[in-house]
């Protein structure tokens, strides 16, 4: 999320000057649009951004605080308490300085006459799909639902990525075990094994051995410091961001990886727009918005041009069916709750579905990456042996 300062212009042609927090200038020209205002101009605000978006919540509030507060708030409201109660009761309670310091600033801006939505808007605290359910559930008085919809869909993200590090955690342990092997192996047995050995005979050593004796050599700390920082200042220099984004995108075209990412964006997707669909938020919003948190590129614009088709009244079925990347089975289903009038059942249906079949992709992912590390550390291991053992056979010819 960032900030941006906008001039617009309403429909009695009035100016009208503030800021938006939105994820890019696009999103933000729509939510203006939204508002029924006309945009003159509009700029990031650099100043806001430090304090706002996704670099504040990246760095200092954890989606696990945003989950107890939203939870705590939604108990609160259940209990009967207002808003501005409920923050200033939760304000005492929270822990994280940042986020008891942005709750202070969205109840000041509260108890000031703004709306709620707004004022979690100004802060940043919250992403677009989230400052929309707090805005539908004010417009129908029931911010209660609102604010359990949104720990439901933290709940839901924290969830996801704890699966995720789970899958990962083995092949990540097997794989740093196997450098900290090498590393011990090529600093200090492979010198040691080779000073018994005099400098003619060094001279006089297969090519295998050569090769194990340079790869000893150059393992040097100097050589690994010099590493470190080389990948730091690229990592400093690089936008990695943009890297990270491109290597996703580009994963589509690997077929395992392919079924994994469509899996965990659909799932992602659906997700999104049961949740908001269940707040009340109209379709089409609720369209944007959904394909607005999908990630992958390649997977968001086959995605988009359903918002202009289903907009010009094509049904919402027939235009899900014309998108290559969708399995059959979302346009079939989506087919069915347009019929029946019960979408957001159906989304439901459909994420429990692409959820399920990421796990099940996760999983095959883990069992062959497993095995490939062994057998990659075996193949290594292997030709260190087979090198010594030519090297102690080469030296055993040689006439003294």
Known sequence: MGSYKYLCVDQIGKEVRGSVSAPDVKEARLQ???????????????????????????????????????????????????????????????????????????????R???????????????????VSLIRVGESVGNLRMSFEQIAAHLQFQIQFRAEIRNALTYPIFLVIASCVTLFVI????????????????????????????????????????????????????????????????????????RTMIINLELSRFSYSMYTMLSSGIEFIKALRFSIDLIQNVKVKQSLEPAIKLIKEGRPIGGVFSQIELLPEIAANMITVGEKSGNMKEIFLELFNVFDDRFKRTIKKIVILVEPLIITVMGMVVGFIVISMILTVMSVGNIKF
């Not at 080389?230 to 994963?251: I, N, P, Q």
């Open 32 to 110: 203006l649009k939204d508002k029924g205002l006309r945009v003159v101009s509009i700029e990031a605000s650099s100043g806001a951004a430090k304090q706002s978006g996704l670099g504040f919540k990246s760095k200092k509030v954890k989606d696990s605080d945003l989950y107890n507060m939203a939870r705590e708030l939604s108990v609160l409201l259940k209990a009967g308490l207002r808003i501005d109660n409920s923050i200033e009761t939760i304000i005492g309670t929270v822990s994280n300085a940042a986020l008891r310091e942005t709750l202070a600033n969205a109840l000041k801006d509260i």
């Open 112 to 130: 000031a006459g703004k709306s709620v939505a707004e004022s979690f808007e100004k802060s940043g605290l919250f992403n677009t799909l989230m």
């Open 186 to 257: 090529f600093k200090f047995i492979i010198p040691r094994f080779f000073t018994v050995f005099g400098q003619d005979q060094l001279l006089t050593l297969p090519f295998a051995s050569k090769m194990l004796l340079k790869a000893s050599e150059f393992m040097s700390i100097k050589v690994i410091v010099a590493a470190l920082v080389v990948g730091v200042a690229f990592f400093k220099l690089v936008d990695m961001k943009r890297l990270m984004h491109a290597g996703y995108s580009y994963a589509l075209s690997i077929p395992l990886m």
